[in-house]
C-alpha cells in the first residue's frame, strides 16, 4: 500500500531519447509535485499541479512535459535526453496546494548516457 | 524567499542528544519552519513544522526563539538509523502554493 509510487525506478538511456517518468499517489491529495535533486544533492521544484492544473512551472527546459491526467496521477515526459538530466527526480503529493508536509515517492534515477 | 543556512555536516554517538540549528535571518512574517530528513536512496520524510516557541512530535523537537531568526532541531537519543541527511525549509503556507526551497542540508552520522 505504497503512498508515493514512481516507475521506473532505474532509467539508463542515450543521449537524444525520449522517455516517460510516471507517478501516482494513493493518499486522496489534490497536489503533487516534480522534484530534481542533482549529484550534489541539491533538491530543486520543477512543476507543481493542483487538481490537474498546472500551478507551479519553475525555469526548466521546454524539452520536459509534465501531464496530470487525473489528480492521483503525475507523469514527467523528457525529449531529447541530454547528459545533463542525469539526476534523481523525485514525485511528491500534498493534500493541499498550500501544504509544506509532502508526501515523496522513491525516486527515479536517470542516467544518460 | 527566506535563505537558511545550517552545518554541513555533524557527527554524533548513539544514545545522545543531537541540535541541528539553522538560521533565518530574513524570515517574513507568513513564514513557516519545515525539516525534513532524507536517507540515501530514498526521498525526504517531513519531519515537524512550527512558527513559534517549540513544537514536539514522537520523533523530533523544534525550538524557535522570539525572533525567529533561527531554529534548532532537537533529536533524543539518536540511533544508527537516524544517519541521514536533515533540510531546514523556510517559506509561507499560504502564499507560495507549496513550492518547497531546499537548501545543502546538514549530513548528520552517528557513530555506534
Known amino acids: 500500500d505504497t503512498a508515493v509510487s514512481q516507475t521506473p525506478k532505474y532509467l539508463v538511456t542515450q543521449m537524444g531519447n525520449d522517455k516517460s517518468i510516471k507517478c501516482e499517489q494513493n493518499?486522496?491529495?489534490?497536489?503533487m509535485y516534480w522534484y530534481k535533486q542533482d549529484s550534489k544533492k541539491f533538491l530543486k521544484i520543477m512543476f507543481s499541479?493542483?487538481?490537474?492544473?498546472?500551478?507551479i512551472n519553475e525555469t526548466v527546459p521546454n524539452r520536459f512535459s509534465p501531464k496530470s491526467p487525473d489528480k492521483a496521477h503525475l507523469n514527467l515526459h523528457i525529449n531529447s535526453l541530454e547528459l545533463g538530466d542525469s539526476a534523481v527526480y523525485f514525485c511528491a503529493s500534498s493534500l493541499r496546494r498550500a501544504d509544506n508536509e509532502q508526501f515523496f515517492g522513491p525516486g527515479t534515477r536517470l542516467t544518460v548516457l | 524567499l527566506a535563505k537558511t543556512t545550517q552545518p554541513i555536516s555533524m557527527d554524533s554517538y548513539e544514545g545522545q542528544e543531537v541540535n541541528i540549528t539553522c538560521s533565518h535571518n530574513n524570515i517574513a512574517t507568513n513564514d513557516y519552519i519545515t525539516w525534513y530528513q532524507q536517507f540515501p536512496s530514498q526521498g525526504p520524510r517531513f519531519i515537524i513544522q512550527?512558527?513559534?516557541t517549540k513544537v514536539t512530535n514522537e520523533v523530533a523537537s523544534l525550538f524557535i526563539p522570539a525572533d525567529r531568526k533561527s531554529s534548532t532541531l532537537s533529536l533524543p537519543r539518536v540511533s544508527l538509523s537516524d544517519t541521514a541527511v536533515y533540510y531546514c525549509?523556510?517559506?509561507?503556507?499560504?502564499?507560495?502554493?507549496?513550492?518547497?526551497?531546499f537548501g545543502q542540508g546538514t549530513e548528520l552520522s552517528v557513530k555506534p
Open positions: 525549509l523556510v517559506g509561507g503556507i499560504y502564499n507560495q502554493g507549496g513550492k518547497l526551497i
Open positions: 512550527g512558527y513559534k
Open positions: 493518499l486522496g491529495h489534490d497536489t
Open positions: 499541479y493542483n487538481n490537474k492544473e498546472l500551478i
